[in-house]
C-alpha cells in the first residue's frame, strides 16, 4: 500500500481539535533530498497516526513546506514532494510562525516589509490624536503599539541586510519626532538620546 494511501484521513479518527503550531526539522545536503521525501512521508504518516489515536487532527490546509539553504543552492534542489491526509504540499517561499515570516534564505525580507506597515499605519493613527494626549500617554501607545511590534522576536531575525535595519530605523524616528515635536525632516539623533532610545543596530 502507498503512502499516500495511508495518510488518507481514516474513518475512525474523531478530533477533539486541531494541532498547531508543530514542526518537522530535517537537515540534508541537496543530493539526499530526493530519497529525504520518502522518508518525510512516512514520518508524516507516524505523526498522523499519532494524532489520530489521541483525538488530535493535522490540517493540511495549513501545512506549509519550507526549504531553506542558499540561494545558490537552492536553484538546484530537486522538487520535493510530500502528502498528508491525501492532500499534496507545495513549497511555498515564505511561511508564518508565531508571528515572524521566514523564507527561502533567511534575509527576512518579507517580514521586515510587513512589520515596516504595520507600525506605520499604528503611528500615522496615532499622529492623528496626539494632541488630545499628554506625554505620558502618548509614550504609554507608542509602547503598547509600535514597540511590541518593533522589536518581536528581534534575535530570530536581528541578522537580516543593513538596509533592513535602515527601514526600521526610519520607523523608530517617526515616534521620537511625535513626542518630541519635530517636524519630517527636522534631525532625530539627540532627540532619540533624551528619550533613552537605542538604535535599532544598538538594541539587535
Known amino acids: 500500500m502507498c503512502v499516500n494511501d495511508l495518510l488518507s484521513v481514516p474513518k475512525h479518527c474523531k ?10 526539522f530535517l537537515s540534508l545536503p541537496p543530493r539526499d533530498i530526493t530519497d529525504v521525501s520518502n522518508a518525510l512521508n512516512q514520518d508524516l504518516l507516524e505523526i498522523s497516526r499519532w494524532c489520530c ?8 490546509d495549513k501545512t506549509k513546506l519550507l526549504v531553506i539553504g542558499v540561494p545558490q543552492l537552492l536553484h538546484n534542489v530537486p522538487r520535493l514532494s510530500i502528502t498528508i491526509f491525501g492532500k499534496e504540499i507545495e513549497p511555498v517561499s515564505v511561511a508564518r510562525d508565531l508571528g515572524v515570516y521566514i ?26 490624536m496626539k494632541h488630545l494626549l499628554d506625554r505620558k500617554t502618548l509614550l504609554l501607545m507608542i509602547n503598547a503599539f509600535v514597540f511590541s511590534k518593533l522589536f518581536y522576536c528581534s534575535t530570530v531575525w536581528g541578522n537580516t541586510s543593513k538596509s533592513n535595519i535602515k527601514k526600521l530605523q526610519l520607523v523608530q524616528n517617526f515616534p521620537g519626532k511625535i513626542v ?22 544598538d538594541k539587535l
Open 53 to 60: 489515536e489521541n483525538s488530535l487532527l493535522i490540517n493540511p
Open 103 to 128: 523564507d527561502q534564505t533567511l534575509n527576512y525580507n518579507e517580514h521586515i516589509s510587513k512589520l515596516v506597515s504595520s507600525c506605520v499605519h499604528k503611528l500615522v493613527q496615532i499622529n492623528r
Open 15 to 24: 478530533s477533539s481539535g486541531y494541532v498547531d503550531d508543530t514542526k518537522v
Open 180 to 201: 518630541l515635536g519635530l517636524k519630517k525632516f527636522d534631525h532625530i539623533s539627540q532627540g532619540l538620546k533624551s528619550l533613552g532610545w537605542l538604535s535599532i543596530e
